[in-house]
């Protein structure tokens, strides 16, 4: 919390605050290490940008089947910030070391000898 000069508590600071509070005891009921979630409140001229880390193994169970828990999370934010006049984003930081990146499908080349039906092209004037 933040105390103005006078000792009393600024509660437009207070307000401002809540979304980080928000997620964090949101997250931290969803988590099986709530001793290590993270909530970090930046703010700049594009809103406010939430930022979350938690411990390694509950990164699943943040994210959801297919995004799921995460984009609920994110909107729930969003009307947290809609009282508070404000723009709220989530980031979900990665762990250190977190999931490979995918390797890029390669694409099958035709074989040389390979001949290739150019039947649906042949009647352009090109």
């Known amino acids: 919390m933040h105390k103005n000069p006078g000792g009393t508590i600024d509660h437009t ?7 980080q509070d928000f997620l964090e005891a949101v997250v931290k009921a ?23 880390k938690v411990d390694p193994q509950d990164m ?17 934010l969003r009307v947290v910030g809609a009282k508070n006049n404000a723009r709220v984003n ?7 070391g977190g999931r490979p990146m995918p390797a890029a499908p390669k694409e099958a080349a035709p074989a040389a000898e390979e001949e290739i039906d150019t039947s649906a092209i042949d009647d352009l004037k090109i």
């Open 13 to 19: 600071t207070r307000m401002a605050e809540q979304d």
């Open 30 to 52: 969803l988590v099986d290490h709530p001793e290590k979630v993270e909530a970090t409140r930046t703010v700049d001229e594009m809103g406010v940008l939430l930022t979350l």
């Open 60 to 76: 699943g169970q943040i994210i959801g089947r297919s995004g799921q828990t995460a984009r609920s999370i994110r909107t729930l």
């Open 90 to 96: 989530l980031k979900i930081e990665e762990p250190e």
